[in-house]
């Protein structure tokens, strides 16, 4: 199947600053989607990102499918951006048509 | 809308006791999916349905029992808990497959 790896795995930064979390994938997907869990749980879509650049306020996300790695940027970092951050490929039509999760990168920012 | 809603959010089972973890969506989602997620291990697939009617075993579906009789729900049973099913279940959905996923707020499950 699709092998996920995101990096870092940890990551602590001070407020204001901006970071970038990069996910690789093994194989060709024509889905890509970035998760936000917070510190109680909760898992929050950021993005559907299979090709393409997208934005949304601090966040951003670039996917180039042909190089396989999708990277998430977090501009003026805040504290309630702590938490784990999820990458998820499927490729439909292929042997793996369901979402497969990455491990996650902690990040944890200090005031 | 209340999206994906799942109960019981907190449960502590005894091994060898069944248990039925229930999902419901508003959103007139056709497919549906659980996953389980164990520290370090992000989340793992364990069944899926795509429509009412229509399941599939995902990666990990052994001790897991699931039906679609409706759209909206899409129950997760445990058959005999074990230790090993100590995890926080997660129930998604989506409109179809390949689209945007939403989670539900998570059950935390404890087996001893």
């Known amino acids: 199947g699709i092998q996920v790896e ?11 600053a901006n970071s970038t979390l990069r996910c690789n994938f093994s194989d060709s997907v024509n889905n890509l989607q970035w998760f936000h869990q917070n510190p109680w749980g909760q898992l929050i ?39 784990v951050y999820f990458c998820a490929v499927a490729n439909y039509g292929g042997s793996q048509g369901n979402l497969i999760f990455g491990k996650g990168t902690k990040l944890s920012v200090k005031p | 809308n209340a999206g994906v809603t799942q109960t019981p959010k907190f449960q502590v089972l005894k091994t060898g006791q069944s ?50 009789s409706t759209t909206e729900d899409f129950p997760l049973r445990l ?29 935390w499950l404890t087996v001893v």
Not at chain 1, 6 to 16: A, K, T
Not at chain 2, 32 to 55: F, K, N
Not at chain 2, 80 to 107: H, L
Request: with cysteine.
């Open chain 2, 79 to 107: 058959l005999s808990a074990a230790p090993s099913q100590t995890s926080v279940y997660f129930c998604a959905s989506s409109y179809s497959r390949g689209n945007t996923i939403y989670f539900g707020e998570g059950s």
């Open chain 2, 19 to 68: 248990m039925t973890l229930q999902c419901a969506q508003d959103m007139n989602h056709e497919y549906m999916s659980w996953y389980r997620q164990d520290p370090g291990m992000g989340l793992r697939l364990i069944h899926y349905s795509v429509g009412a009617g229509i399941t599939d075993q995902g990666e990990v579906p052994n001790g897991y029992n699931v039906s679609r």
């Open chain 1, 45 to 83: 879509n950021l993005f559907y990102i299979p090709s393409g650049t997208k934005q949304n306020g601090r966040l951003s996300a670039t996917t180039v499918a042909t190089e396989r790695y999708s990277l998430l940027y977090i501009s003026s970092s805040q504290t309630t951006d702590s938490g």
């Open chain 1, 6 to 16: 995101q990096s870092p795995p940890d990551l602590i930064l001070q407020e204001g």
